[in-house]
């Protein structure tokens, strides 16, 4: 079955830890993005990719890194430096090939702070 | 003044209703625009991209109007499985980075 997988579903940090949320997807999508969305806002962009092995941040960045070594895979590691990490981290592609594409969004990451 | 501003709702609604939300939008160079659904605890998935001559799915009508910036979804008939919170997606003026509403909460009642 086509889509985005994210994992894990659930994930627990402790103070000073990194963690990495995975992000794969198989719709041969060149775009990719990362959101957090926390109770009571809309989604945040953290950072997005358009190609491999190039990737821009978004509007909140701060305390977060990517990489895009392959067209599948976008991870996303929220580091220690992220002093409020607990929110809904969401995956997201979309396909550049037109005007007036949707992005479609993995099932989720929620993390919450040990 | 926000982005994109949505009324948060709830909108309470008996099973079989009409119910229209309404979004505005700050920036009058956006060029997409989209409606999507959220199921609580879930992730948003598209309902419907909003054209410019305004669109039908079904039970769902979509208006735009770029003179006044603003976004609409009709919703006929409402179903108890329509609740959800419903969220209005712009481009960021004529770029690809999407800004999303905080959502319009809607609940149908049998």
């Known amino acids: 079955d086509g889509g985005i997988t994210q994992s894990p579903k659930y994930l627990f940090r402790k103070e000073g830890q990194n963690v990495t949320l995975s992000c794969e997807q198989n719709l041969n999508h060149d775009a990719m993005y990362w959101y957090r969305q926390d109770p009571g806002q809309g989604l945040r962009l953290i950072y997005y990719s358009q190609i491999v092995n190039d990737f821009q941040k978004g509007d909140i960045a701060e305390g977060y890194s990517v990489s895009r070594e392959k067209k599948e895979s976008f991870p996303l590691t929220v580091t220690s430096a992220q002093k409020n990490p607990t929110a809904f981290y969401l995956c997201?592609?979309?396909?550049?090939?037109?005007?007036?594409?949707?992005?479609?969004f993995g099932d989720g990451t929620r993390l919450s702070i040990l | 003044r926000k982005e994109v501003e949505q009324d948060p709702g709830p909108f309470n609604v008996p099973e079989g209703a009409t119910v229209a939300f309404n979004c505005t939008y700050s920036n009058s160079a956006s060029q997409s625009f989209f409606w999507y659904r959220q199921d609580c605890r879930k992730e948003p998935k598209l309902l419907m991209s909003v054209y410019s001559s305004g669109n039908e799915d079904g039970r769902f009508t979509a208006q735009l109007n770029r003179a006044s910036q603003y976004i609409s979804l009709l919703i006929r008939d409402s179903k108890l499985s329509d609740s959800a919170t419903y969220l209005c997606v712009v481009t960021r003026g004529d770029t690809d980075k999407l800004i999303f509403g905080t959502g319009t909460r809607l609940q149908v009642f049998p």
């Open positions: 997201a592609t979309d396909d550049r090939t037109g005007y007036n594409q949707p992005q479609h």
